[in-house]
């Protein structure tokens, strides 16, 4: 490689760096440098080391450095109706709200649309990388995965299986077409995208027969695919789990027997809201991801997952918007979410289990959720170069904050107005 | 009067009309007329009044025009360490965060830095009134006023009395100063503003001495005040004023004895978490307002209030921020919040008592409120003329939607970004 190609490839940032190492404390270091190398984070340094001394560096001043946030769940056709709808539970917001929407994306124009405006709203707000649902439509998943790509972010993106218990327009017509929907969308986005992964996404139990859960279980295998679904996030859908699934011992177990609910491979589960201990153990063994989505889980009256649990089983948590389930595109307001309901949950429920802190929710909204994606959400060496830079200016106050103190503002006042810039994967993409 | 007078006072906005007459629905008119007159709602019109056509007009195309926002609680002084130390509950957050805070004021370069950031972000927001906690300092209680007065806003302030149970750069030293202050306070602002009103202002009941209170008691029969305190928020406070006032019954028991629960004036009681049925029976008989603040009771945890059975009983309910135990100013991300509230209150403790939904938190926040402050918070004929315009541009979606699906959007997704145009009492402040 030529010295000069090199050089693009390896860039200084300078400003008020904050990241997490563990759950329990947020590291941050005032003007200081982030060095990344061929997308990788070289690390953190109070003066800039000497052989870095020819490279680019810029400089954002007083702004803060963070790691990009990581959305570990959300659905891009249900962006368009975010904020409506809020006065139903799962099952009849589905009915009701969901299908009908998600069903005009056999349309390729309002496709086009409707995905323009939410590529642009996620490529304004914190976030760097996301998993997301599209559509059971092959052209408009890829459409999707086209335009994610352009904007540079980072994302998996599902093709959405759904073979049963959906109205007409959006029903797959089979297990059969919808594995061959499958493998046609798996074959013309291979190889396509630099930013791009395609990832497995049964819709959830109710949605997908034995069958096409068996045969997605060999593509699974086949193309070595990450997983995503919905686990346990309301009492009515767990029920009727149990009623399609009466061989299932619990809910997460109706994705084990299919081979479906992580071990050797990455899956993440979105809500894991109300499970059982045998479902806990399970996630546990089976390295399951739990995405929390405390704003759909209030939104949608689901409930408030337990997850000082999860944190305690050592099970991996990261956050999830959940649009359109939840309301709020932005991670950093997923973080207040999830303080929130931790918090009505021990005074209302269960005080043993104590609210979350903002170090913990901060924690899953990078390095937390991140894992999902590999070495990503922190600026130790060695991570994939994902960053945001906030400039809180606008937060006015006439204290004097120390940079946690910021940070904690940025966490519960800062909206993408403040989004100074952004890289992912070693690329600026604002 | 001269007609040129006459006519600068009558005036007529055109936009897209949503208000409530009543908790149950939104009256939405599109595309309507709004007339003021001499700083009254004449009422909305589908086409303009004849004897209405020489007056001017503004034409705010397809903005939303809603009656102004009402915040029933806020502390102004608080507003510098917003959020920030969102992990401690009531009693210890008031010694950690707040009274070191509220300790500055009698700093007036301080105050004078601290209330301009506040009376700016409070002017930008879709708030046109508000009832405010100053600090228990006269000069900078006045400087707060001086300074709400000049943005336009209505609003009710208080200098704040605390005889007892705070550090001594806070504490007053006696009831006998506290109650000079106040009535040195009382005569330097008597009709000096017009936008803006004093309201006596017990801190709480931990706060302020039997000897106070009975003093307090007669400065408010002299001066004709409404009253403004705390209820019910922590169970911990709770159980503190059964032990400094034995004698009480309850809580609002100890505000009543010394004649400051309302009745024959207007009394507005912020939080009422943990009420006792003669609480809810004594608030109801003596017309007492609650102002739920239902970010404050999640972010310190105190609880969720019982807002369906306040309404239920017909107790005035209206909205609060409660900056900073709250840490949004915005009122309609208070109103999301006590959507959300009421949703996990359902949820996790009494199935009963059904949520909120966005029709009746959006009548809280206007005429709910509204009417502590006299006929507020509709375009009834005959109400003050309070407008917010909000431009909904920013919140895309593909879809066509009706004007109440616009407002349901507006109270999720909008911020002071969105805000196009507010009038207080007839007049225009931006």
Redesign the interface.
């Known amino acids: 490689m030529r010295k000069e190609e090199k050089k693009a490839d390896t860039f200084i940032l300078k400003g008020n760096i904050c990241y997490s190492k563990t759950e329990k404390e947020v590291t941050t270091i005032p003007h200081a440098y982030l060095l990344c190398r061929d997308g990788i984070c070289q690390g953190v340094f109070e003066s800039l080391p000497d052989d870095y001394k020819e490279y680019p560096l810029t400089d954002y001043g007083d702004a803060l450095i963070l790691p990009g946030l990581v959305d570990l769940h959300l659905h891009a056709p249900q962006y368009?109706?975010?904020?409506?709808g809020?006065?139903m539970e799962l099952l009849e917001w589905l009915d009701t709200r969901t299908f009908p929407?998600e069903g005009r994306y056999g349309d390729m124009e309002?496709a086009k649309?409707?995905y323009r405006?939410f590529t642009e709203?996620l490529k304004k707000s914190a976030t760097t990388r996301a998993c997301v649902f599209a559509t059971r439509h092959v052209p408009a998943t890829i459409l999707l995965m086209d335009m994610l790509e352009e904007t540079g972010l980072q994302a998996m993106v599902g093709k959405v299986n759904m073979d049963r218990n959906a109205p007409d327009y959006l029903c797959e017509d089979s297990p059969e077409k919808s594995a061959e929907d499958t493998l046609k969308w798996l074959r013309e986005v291979k190889g396509k995208y630099r930013n791009i992964k395609p990832i497995l996404t049964p819709r959830f139990i109710p949605s997908c027969s034995d069958r096409l859960m068996e045969m997605l279980c060999e593509i699974r295998r086949e193309y070595d695919l990450p997983v995503q679904s919905h686990l346990s996030e309301n009492k009515g859908e767990i029920t009727w789990v149990k009623e399609l699934c009466p061989w299932s011992a619990f809910y997460g177990d109706a994705y084990e027997r299919f081979g479906m609910f992580g071990g050797d491979y990455p899956a993440v589960m979105a809500h894991c809201v109300h499970p059982t201990e045998e479902e806990i153990a399970l996630m546990k063994k089976n390295r399951v991801f739990a995405a929390h989505c405390p704003?759909s889980n209030?939104?949608l009256?689901?409930?408030?997952a337990p997850i000082r649990r999860y944190l305690e089983e050592g099970i991996h948590v990261g956050l999830g918007s959940d649009i359109a389930g939840g309301?709020v595109l932005s991670l950093f307001q997923v973080m207040?979410g999830a303080?929130?309901?931790s918090?009505?949950?021990?005074?209302?429920?269960d005080e043993t289990q104590k609210?979350l802190?903002?170090e913990e929710v901060f924690y899953m909204g990078t390095k937390g959720g991140g894992a999902f994606f590999g070495q990503v959400g922190s600026f130790e060496k060695g991570y994939e170069f994902d960053a945001v830079i906030v400039d809180d200016a606008r937060?006015?106050?006439?204290?004097k904050?120390t940079l946690k103190?910021r940070l904690?503002?940025v966490?519960?006042?800062s909206?993408d107005?403040d989004i100074a810039g952004k890289y992912a994967a070693g690329r600026r993409i604002i």
């Not at 937060?395 to 204290?399: A, D, F, M, V």
């Open positions: 368009a109706f975010t904020g409506l809020m006065d929407e309002y649309k409707a405006i709203d704003h209030t939104d009256s689901s409930g408030a309301h207040v303080v929130q309901a918090k009505l949950r021990w005074r209302l429920l609210p802190t903002v937060l006015q106050t006439p204290r904050l103190e904690e503002r966490v519960y006042l909206d107005r």
